[in-house]
């Protein structure tokens, strides 16, 4: 089974507005993480957010906001304000935390954002 | 800041032919990580490591080997090359989760692309 699952492979999204990248994920584990990262065309892996199964509120940094649903294991992005700048790779990821304690992560297949001017 | 440095960033191989990845960090970080990414998909774990002299396997270990006999440095070697192992591949590190150093960062390199050919 999919440990972390993103069902959109492509998306747009008119510049200016708000978007959100789907992340479903599947684990037994009580204490785990998610990780949200951008990577554009020149490929590196940019951090945008983390969320700690054990966090009381949802993450947010700037205008990267995780919508946070423990009871469905969900873990969706949301970008406020889009812009052009943020057409780029999205990679959702988890940490299963009890057995080890570095952070290997386990990817989903990611989302293509598309930002239109 | 030099943080998580891989060379080289490119390298074309041919089939059967054996070559080492190198990554250093710079920031005493405990753990490191060898991931690749397919095109059009997410990481996947080659290798981990724990501290120096401890090392184990990820989601895809085959066909690669990894030592570690610094902090700073987790080369990958690469036996002979197979066109499955085109890929690009990052280096990451990162501290102890749950530490005041802030173990839920993960520093990724810029990637190395590797065509085997």
């Known amino acids: 089974a999919q440990k972390i699952t993103q069902t959109q492979p492509g998306m747009f999204v008119q510049e200016k507005e708000a978007v959100t990248l789907d992340c479903t994920y599947d684990?037994?584990?009580?204490?785990?993480?998610l990780f949200w990262y951008k990577q554009p065309s020149s490929g590196e892996m940019i951090f945008l957010i983390y969320?700690?199964?054990?966090?009381?509120q949802n993450a947010t940094e700037g205008r990267y906001s995780l919508n946070f649903q423990k009871a469905r294991k969900s873990a969706n992005l949301v970008i406020s304000a889009s812009q052009l700048g943020d057409s780029a790779m999205y990679f959702c990821?988890?940490?299963?935390?009890?057995?080890?304690?570095?952070?290997?992560?386990?990817f989903g297949g990611g989302t293509r954002l598309m930002v239109k001017p | 800041n030099a943080g998580v440095t891989q060379t080289p960033k490119f390298r074309i191989l041919k089939i059967g032919q054996s070559m080492t990845l190198q990554c250093t960090q710079d920031?005493?970080?405990?753990?490191m990580y060898w991931y690749r990414q397919d095109p059009g998909m997410g990481l996947k774990l080659i290798y981990y490591?724990?501290?120096?002299?401890?090392?184990d396997k990820g989601e895809v270990p085959n066909g690669y080997n990894v030592s570690r006999s610094t902090t700073e440095d987790f080369p990958l070697r690469l036996e002979l090359a197979a066109p499955s192992q085109t890929s690009v591949y990052f280096c990451?590190?990162?501290?102890?989760?749950?530490?005041?150093?802030?173990?839920?960062?993960?520093?990724f390199g810029e990637g190395s692309w590797l065509t085997v050919v």
């Open positions: 990451a590190s990162s501290y102890t989760v749950g530490t005041a150093l802030g173990g839920n960062t993960i520093y």
């Open positions: 684990t037994s584990d009580p204490s785990y993480g």
């Open positions: 969320q700690g199964s054990y966090d009381q």
């Open positions: 990821a988890m940490r299963e935390g009890q057995r080890f304690p570095g952070n290997m992560l386990t």
């Open positions: 920031m005493n970080h405990n753990y």
């Open positions: 490591s724990v501290g120096a002299g401890i090392t």
